[in-house]
């Protein structure tokens, strides 16, 4: 009998594109298959097999993600013009990572994943901060006009015949100009805070969340008031027996907040906040590839994957059988999470432990100087040179540390 950690459920495994294809086999074979009987339910969404089956595959993987609760997914191509050339597409498919978003209703959380050795350009950020963009509307879904000199702008709203109930002028226009029609709606609202209520129970982090709602009176309040609705209702009590608690304020408020902070923090944001915060959280914490990101859906369904693209320009070196240093770390920890929240949803503890010793080992290899070459000029830790490991030398020494 194999002593390798069994599983009961099977997990929803997602494979991808690229370089990240390459290092998603290399990791399940040097990390994973050793030491745990994988039980996956596979679904390829590498772009040919996306083509091939006319994007249905990556339906199928989201609704089984539905099912069964916990996915792993690699990075995979949106495709834009150029990649329709280059892969004969029959069309230029979706986002994939839109397609499952829109089945499950989740809201994404990244977190930067810490060693030392590699200082955040902010210093005094000494935990991860963990940033939740809310993923629905606003100017993500607007509507845009160029007005004209004399023209004038409404909001109308009709009633479901197309009688019209409501009509405010925005602008008489003296001058040529532009404007604007943005929207939300409350149900999506109300799921991404119950999201960041839970991901912060759960990681026993505060919630922090900034909208503008001094300026904003309908629009942003309504954010606040969902927000503050919902923890009063049914997260107050949970939060303060976990020793956690939720601040809304404004978002300047927060930015200010953010920087001065030593992290440890989840920071809901909303869309348009999300996106720029994002890149900015992610740069000062060092690498694209040391940033993990889950999915989590209101019904607590979780997929796991990392924040990065599938690493184009490195596949096409591995392609000439060019060495490539590509940094597999927020991969690894996709696989990690997705395990650790299989075993805790099975009652299978051993499997968590493996994913948390997987982790542990991943930092210790870093920080004791071996590393890829996107985290080199990076490091600095007393008495110690990094050394740069090609993208499976990286993995190989991980494993040795398991
Ligand atoms: P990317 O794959 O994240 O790579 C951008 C650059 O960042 C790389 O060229 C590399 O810089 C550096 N980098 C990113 N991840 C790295 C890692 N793990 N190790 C070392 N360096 C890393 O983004 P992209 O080039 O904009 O997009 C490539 C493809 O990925 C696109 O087809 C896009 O659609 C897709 N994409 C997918 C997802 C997803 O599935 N979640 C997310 C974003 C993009 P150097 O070249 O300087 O080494
Ligand atoms: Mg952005």
Redo the contacts with the bound molecule.
């Keep these: 009998m194999s002593d390798k950690i069994r599983m009961t459920t099977p997990l929803v495994e997602m494979d ?1 594109d690229e370089m990240t294809r390459i290092l998603w086999k290399w990791i399940k074979e040097i990390l994973i298959e050793p030491y745990v009987d994988l039980k996956t339910e596979y679904y390829d969404l590498g772009l040919p097999e996306r083509d091939k089956t006319d994007d249905k595959v990556t339906e199928d993987a989201a609704y089984a993600a539905k099912k069964y609760g916990v996915a792993v997914k690699c ?4 495709p834009n013009a150029q ?1 329709v050339e280059e892969y004969k597409l029959k069309q230029m498919w979706k986002s994939p ?1 839109g397609t499952i978003r829109r089945i499950l209703d989740g809201t994404v959380f990244r977190a930067p994943i810490i060693v030392k050795g590699i200082t955040p350009y902010v210093p005094g950020w000494k935990q991860p901060i963990v940033l939740a963009r809310h993923a629905y509307g606003d100017i993500y879904n607007s509507v845009e006009a160029r007005v004209s000199a004399g023209q004038s702008a409404y909001i109308t709203i009709c009633d479901k015949d197309g009688n019209e109930v409501s009509r405010r002028l925005i602008k008489q226009f003296s001058g040529d100009g532009i404007v604007q029609g943005v929207h939300n709606l409350d149900k999506s609202i109300r799921s991404f805070a119950v999201s960041c209520f839970n991901y912060a129970l759960e990681n026993k982090i505060p919630l922090w969340f900034g909208a503008k709602d001094t300026i904003s009176k309908t629009y942003d309040h309504r954010f606040k008031d969902i927000f503050n609705d919902i923890y009063e209702r049914d997260y107050k009590e949970k939060f303060e027996e976990a020793g956690i608690y939720f601040m809304y304020t404004l978002i300047d408020d927060i930015v200010a907040r953010i920087v001065r902070s030593e992290g440890g923090v989840l920071w809901a944001c909303k869309n348009y906040d999300g996106d720029v915060m994002s890149d900015m959280v992610a740069t000062a914490y060092g690498s ?2 040391m940033m993990s990101s889950v999915l989590v859906s209101p019904e607590g369904n979780y997929e796991y ?1 990392a924040a ?7 596949y096409y070196k591995y392609l000439k059988g060019e060495e490539t240093s ?2 597999s770390v ?1 991969t690894i920890w996709a696989w990690t999470g997705a395990l650790c929240k299989r075993g805790e949803l099975d009652g299978i503890p051993e499997l968590c432990e493996f994913a948390k010793n997987v982790e542990r080992a991943v930092i210790e290899t870093i920080e004791s100087g071996e590393m ?1 070459g ?1 985290l080199i000029p990076l490091f600095k830790r007393d008495g110690i040179t990094p050394k740069k490991l090609e993208s499976r030398e990286f993995l190989q020494a991980v494993a040795s540390r398991i």
């Design positions: 991808g990075a995979t191509i949106t990649r990572n694209l590839g994957e990065h693209g599938t690493v184009t320009r490195h590509t940094n927020a890829t996107d």
